[in-house]
């Protein structure tokens, strides 16, 4: 008879821990349930819910150059534009895509 008091104890603890995993809001009032991870708005962080409590990496965001615009070595360039790459001897252009295409050709040292 005590082995049967026993297990209902411990089943009734495991069903009570249960009845409180509370789910977490962001700050934009999204409800996400305990034990779940997922991206924030940015979608560059990682968040997870653990009982009502939410945390998340907190990795900086780099957001991309706006569309038309291209970010090379440091510096934006708008579609279209041509430039020199950085060895002085090869020549970049802005796509519109954002994406940089450059020459390949072998350059005179000196």
């Known amino acids: ?43 560059c962080n990682r968040c997870f819910c653990t009982n009502g409590i939410l945390g998340c990496t907190r990795m900086p965001c780099v957001k991309p150059p706006p569309e038309g615009v291209c970010e090379y070595n440091g510096l934006r360039y708008n579609a279209g534009d041509s430039f020199k790459d950085t060895d002085g001897c090869n020549t970049c252009r802005c796509m519109r895509t954002g994406m940089v295409a450059c020459t390949y050709k072998a350059c005179a040292r000196g």
């Open 1 to 43: 008879m005590n082995s049967t008091i026993v297990s209902a104890l411990v089943l009734c603890g495991v069903v009570f821990a249960m009845a409180f995993q509370e789910p977490c809001k962001d700050e934009i009032g999204n409800e996400y349930q305990h034990g779940s991870t997922f991206y924030n708005e940015e979608n």
